[in-house]
């Protein structure tokens, strides 16, 4: 079995131990994740501004860099959203289109794979904190994420978890949005940084670097004590 790991720009280029840790817990398993040097960018900032042209030639690279892959991995739900978009871009190309239904079938965020793939649930971690979560609205409404971080945060042992209220709320980061429409974007990550602090959590845990960033980003802006971790990184730190 060839299991890629895709790595996203966010984890690759700011914060590199996302993917560490999860080669690391996956090779606890005897998952070896190979990585494909020609990787790039998924285009998901040039499909989200209109520029199909530009997210095609981006995702060609992508489709022909994970070819040979039984399984490709990423720690993003908005990344591996974009992939399953591919089939809308090559849809008037048929020399495209199998491939893209191709990647787009063998492609999983981090979680899905851990739980329905490998059917683990219980990474034997311990992690004695406080913990709350941010669903990413990507993974939860395109990807469908939402039992198996639950599933995982549940049989890490003295991890007491605290809901988040009004969890499903966007952080207001979106890629482009926190760019054009900043003053919005201030507004909604100010409001999720007031709902993770009437949990009383130690630590924000979630799935997708960008909203944990941006998230990040204000809660230090308010000197708010708050670790901010994903999950991938919870899991590992409570296994060493």
């Not at 020609?38 to 860099?65: D, H, K, L, M």
């Not at 940084?193 to 809660?219: P, Q, R, W, Y």
Request: with cysteine; charged share 20%; aromatic share 8%.
């Amino acid at each position: 079995m060839k299991v890629s790991l895709f790595i996203t720009c966010l984890s690759d280029a700011i914060f590199p131990r996302v993917g560490e840790a999860m080669i690391r817990l996956l090779a606890r398993y005897g998952v070896t994740l190979e990585f494909p040097p020609v990787q790039t960018c998924c285009g998901q900032p040039a499909f989200n501004s209109g520029y199909w042209n530009e997210a095609r030639t981006t995702a060609r690279t992508i489709i022909e860099a994970f070819e040979d892959s039984d399984f490709v991995i990423a720690p993003s739900g908005s990344c591996t959203g974009m992939i399953h978009h591919y089939p809308k871009l090559f849809e008037n190309d048929p020399s495209m289109l199998d491939s893209a239904l191709a990647l787009q079938s063998k492609t999983y965020e981090f979680t899905q794979f851990l739980v329905n793939v490998l059917g683990v649930t219980d990474v034997g971690a311990t992690f004695r904190h406080k913990v709350t979560y941010h669903p990413s609205c990507h993974g939860t409404r395109l990807m469908g994420i939402k039992d198996e971080p639950m599933a995982l945060m549940s049989r890490v042992q003295g991890l007491e978890f605290v809901p988040l209220p009004h969890a499903e709320d966007c952080c207001g980061f979106g890629g482009t949005f926190a760019v054009k429409m900043s003053d919005i974007s201030g507004a909604m990550v100010g409001e999720k940084s007031d709902h993770v602090k009437e949990t009383e959590a130690e630590v924000l845990v979630g799935l997708d670097m960008a909203c944990l960033m941006n998230i990040a980003g204000n809660l230090r802006y308010r000197n708010e004590p708050v670790r901010v971790m994903h999950l991938a990184e919870l899991l590992y730190e409570g296994v060493k």
